[in-house]
């Protein structure tokens, strides 16, 4: 909802005079000259500029200037050199155009040879046929939009976005009067960066999008985290704050919907990445749309939860090498997760693996016997894991724990058909909706039993975790064995991981 849970500044906007190659150390100001971060902080976005892009290139598909299937020729006829001739808007939207990741167009002095290297660049495979990531699609795209439009992209993005949404504090090319409130990046010198800037500071870091005066399609946007709250809440909202609207509902969900399906592992919605659990974390879903930026940003929302995350930084202080990764990012977004509740299917609390990575938990019903024979075991189960590398299985012993067994069981989640699942796990994205889960026993015979639940993951990422509620084994008549409602029952219940929760 329209709540902010949190906003925090932490940290140093500006601490490094320098980089010392010899020490790999920081050459430090004095303490006087030093700038602390603040909730207004503007930072460079670096890629996550490429979201502000892309939207601006869905809203003139939204208003028929731009077709999403369209070859990129059909708006700049040379493009088409070097084998370019059949890649797409959609293709260089979803990062499947064939171009390799970059260039250094930074070396040619004019705009017109940066721009000669593009059109005569070949692809690295054919368009349409692999993923690869590439600043290229964008620097192409915004291209493709100062052509349709007859405008700038730095005035596209104030026209089109940041003025109707009162984002004072984003755009290109940050005038002098804001500097004492931009983070520096990084001391930018030869060999680690292309070019000799020395500190960068109130200017784009990213070389390319430096030689084209600032502003690139690719990177050259700055931002402070209130104003990216502003974004996301529009996007979550389906293109709505206030009074103001930038895109329609329909148009925000091209951004949310997987159009890379024949690359599993590289989703992608329009100009938005999909389902990245290395710096969503336990906030992606398939529809968890996002992007991260080099200079260490990274914004994700997830329409699920109607969630979001900004996450602000500048890690390449004073050079990229004390770079810190997604890790941040992702413990960031776990803990977000972790705050928007589940509640019980029925009760007050359901069990909860909790959602830590290289860990196993186990719940463990206790040893049961049934001179009649066992018929089913029944349970409320939620679930939401790192796909194929997390799973919750359900398992059986029939000698005392010696050796474990997986037990085949069904899913149903309401309004739907059931799912077998006949390796007796569950894994990936449920829908963040209760299913009911139901194990046939009667192969077990009436020989004594133990039951468990039992969850693991991988030492990478996590998803949400794994909830079971409403426990209960029947006999063949439909007579409870054991009954998690009765406090009796659910007292013998041996829980190494899991805990109570209510949410």
Known sequence: GGTIALHRPIGTAVRYAAYDEKTDSGVELPADRQIAMTEDTVFDLASVSKLFTSILAVQQIERGALELEEKV?????????????????????????????????????????????????TLASPAGTAYLYSDLNLISLQLVLEAVTGRPLDILLHEEITAPLGMDRTRYNPPASWKPRIAATEDSRRPWSGLDRGMVWGEVHDENAYSLGGVAGHAGVFSCAWDLAVLARTLLNGGAYGRARILSGASVDLMFTDFNTAFPGDEHGL????????????????????????????????PSTDSFLVLLGNSVHPVRTWRSGSAPRVAAADNLARAVPVRPARGRTAWFSGCESATTATLSLPPLTAPAGFGRL?????????????????????????????????TVRPGEEPQARPAGSVSGWSGRVWHRAAADLSAWGPRPLLLRWRYTTDQRYVGRGVYVGGLRVLDPAGRPLFDGARPADASRIEAVGWVRSAD
């Not at 708006?75 to 939207?93: A, E, M, S």
């Open 378 to 410: 029944e349970c409320d189960l939620w679930w939401d894991t790192e796909p194929a590398a997390d799973a919750a299985r359900l398992e059986a012993s029939p000698d005392g724990g010696a050796t474990w067994g997986p037990v085949p069981f069904t």
């Open 271 to 302: 100009g938005f990445e999909l389902y990245q659990h290395w710096y969503m974390g336990a906030m992606a879903t398939p529809r968890t749309a996002g992007h991260t930026g080099f200079t260490g940003t990274c914004l994700v929302l997830d």
């Open 73 to 121: 020729t059909a708006y700049l006829p040379d493009f088409g050199g070097g084998g370019k001739q059949d890649v797409t808007i959609r293709q260089l939207l979803t990062h499947t155009s064939g171009f390799r990741s970059w260039i250094p167009l930074y070396k040619e002095p004019t705009r017109e040879g940066k721009l000669r290297l593009l059109w005569n660049e």
